[in-house]
């Protein structure tokens, strides 16, 4: 290309010069494919290639937002645009957008859609995910685990005015977060004694248990935990009329309430001394119950420490009596 070009001190003389003129080819790139769905943990490529031009950057966005290339993506350069995704997971799935700059102009693909395909988990993939590096000597949340705790009698096994002794089921509950999953069935079932358990015992009393129990864990963590057992109360207080009152206490051996808070469940479904399973005794009856809770300090242990009480008022049968007809004392 020429032109001419006028000067002052060329007494307007024209002289002729002469440039070089480039005509820049337009930036265009494409995407071949605009849908991709691969399994889970698999690695997937989404092609991106430019048509015209010479880019001077490339880069992706995820959902409108930049991706960073590094561990599972990588490419994404001027040599390699295409972009290459590992171990690909569910997270991964959205609209992908390549985007080419050559210093003047931005161009940009079609949306790229990945929708990975949902591997199916086992349960045994659950189990050995959530118990993996699990250490059932470590309290699952810092500072304090809330436990809710409930009675389920079921039988009067014996009384004897001094000491009660009735089969019941213990309900406890806590979170653990080190046993949740993101998906798959909804709850498992694991023995007892490979995960953490609040250590929450009677008082005055002493036990062995002839199996171990499961305890049942929901995928958020949830862990519901009810071992059945042989309680006995020897705090069987006597009142007019053939009544007694008899307490079962229950309180954490090591934690105080700073690391281990016990409550009863709230909401009128689940009570904290739950009848429905109870079988009447011939000779006694239940007339009345309560739960209550306290804290209490010791002086040999540091620390406030919650403690639960479940009292029974029970009463001798009338009937029962005038069967016998034979214990004066059950006249009154």
Same mark, same amino acid.
């Given at each position: /290309?020429?032109?001419?070009?006028?000067?002052?001190?060329?007494? $307007?003389?024209?002289?002729?010069?002469? /440039?070089?003129?480039?005509?820049?080819?337009?930036?265009?790139? %494409?995407?071949?494919? %605009?849908?991709?769905?691969?399994?889970?943990?698999?690695?997937?490529?989404?092609?991106?290639?430019?048509?015209?031009?010479?880019?001077?950057?490339?880069? #992706?966005?995820?959902? $409108?937002?930049?991706?960073?290339?590094?561990?599972?993506?990588?490419?994404?350069?001027?040599?390699?645009?295409?972009?290459?995704?590992?171990?690909?997971? /569910?997270?991964?799935?959205?609209?992908?957008?390549?985007?080419?700059?050559?210093?003047?102009?931005?161009?940009?693909?079609?949306?790229?859609?990945?929708?990975?395909?949902?591997?199916?988990?086992?349960?045994?993939?659950?189990?050995?995910?959530?118990? *993996?590096?699990?250490?059932?000597?470590?309290?699952?949340?810092? +500072?304090?685990? *809330?436990?809710? !705790?409930?009675?389920? +009698? *079921?039988?009067?096994?014996?009384?004897? !005015?001094?000491?009660?002794?009735?089969?019941?089921?213990?309900?406890?509950? #806590? $979170?653990?977060?080190?046993?949740?999953?993101?998906?798959?069935?909804?709850?498992? @079932?694991?023995?007892?004694?490979?995960?953490? =358990?609040?250590?929450?015992?009677?008082?005055?009393?002493?036990?062995?248990?002839?199996?171990?129990? *499961?305890?049942?864990? &929901? &995928?958020?963590?949830?862990?519901?935990?009810?071992?059945?057992? /042989?309680?006995?109360?020897? !705090?069987?207080?006597?009142?007019?009329?053939?009544? #007694?009152?008899?307490?079962?206490? =229950?309180?954490?051996?090591?934690?105080?309430?700073?690391?281990?808070?016990?409550?009863?469940?709230?909401?009128?479904?689940?009570? @904290?001394?739950?009848?429905?399973?109870?079988?009447?005794?011939?000779?006694?009856?239940?007339?009345?119950?309560?739960?209550?809770?306290?804290?209490?300090?010791?002086?040999?242990?540091?620390? %406030?420490?919650?403690?639960?009480?479940? %009292?029974?008022?029970?009463?001798?049968?009338?009937?029962?009596?005038?069967?016998? $007809?034979?214990? +004066?004392?059950?006249?009154?």
């Amino acid at each position: /290309m020429y032109c001419d070009v006028f000067h002052p001190q060329t007494l $307007n003389s024209k002289q002729t010069a002469s /440039m070089q003129l480039t005509v820049r080819s337009s930036l265009s790139i %494409t995407a071949p494919r %605009t849908f991709y769905n691969p399994a889970e943990t698999e690695t997937v490529t989404l092609a991106c290639i430019v048509t015209a031009g010479n880019p001077t950057g490339i880069s #992706w966005k995820h959902d $409108n937002v930049n991706i960073i290339i590094s561990g599972k993506m990588s490419g994404g350069t001027i040599s390699n645009p295409a972009l290459r995704i590992s171990n690909v997971d /569910m997270s991964d799935a959205g609209n992908y957008v390549c985007e080419a700059t050559d210093g003047s102009a931005t161009v940009r693909t079609n949306n790229i859609q990945l929708s990975p395909i949902e591997r199916t988990v086992s349960e045994f993939d659950i189990i050995t995910s959530i118990l *993996k590096g699990y250490n059932k000597f470590v309290r699952p949340i810092d +500072p304090v685990v *809330k436990v809710t !705790h409930s009675l389920i +009698p *079921k039988e009067m096994v014996k009384f004897d !005015h001094e000491m009660l002794a009735v089969d019941a089921l213990q309900c406890i509950t #806590w $979170n653990d977060p080190r046993l949740s999953w993101p998906r798959g069935q909804p709850r498992v @079932s694991l023995p007892s004694s490979i995960i953490w =358990l609040p250590d929450i015992v009677m008082l005055g009393q002493k036990f062995t248990k002839d199996f171990e129990d *499961k305890a049942i864990i &929901k &995928k958020n963590g949830d862990v519901t935990y009810c071992p059945e057992s /042989m309680i006995m109360s020897k !705090h069987c207080e006597g009142m007019a009329g053939n009544v #007694w009152e008899c307490e079962f206490k =229950l309180v954490s051996w090591s934690y105080d309430k700073v690391m281990l808070d016990i409550f009863f469940p709230i909401g009128i479904n689940v009570p @904290s001394i739950d009848m429905s399973m109870y079988y009447e005794h011939e000779e006694y009856e239940i007339v009345s119950k309560c739960a209550t809770r306290r804290e209490k300090t010791y002086p040999c242990r540091v620390g %406030t420490y919650p403690e639960l009480t479940y %009292t029974f008022v029970i009463r001798r049968h009338q009937s029962y009596c005038r069967n016998l $007809n034979k214990n +004066p004392t059950c006249n009154s």
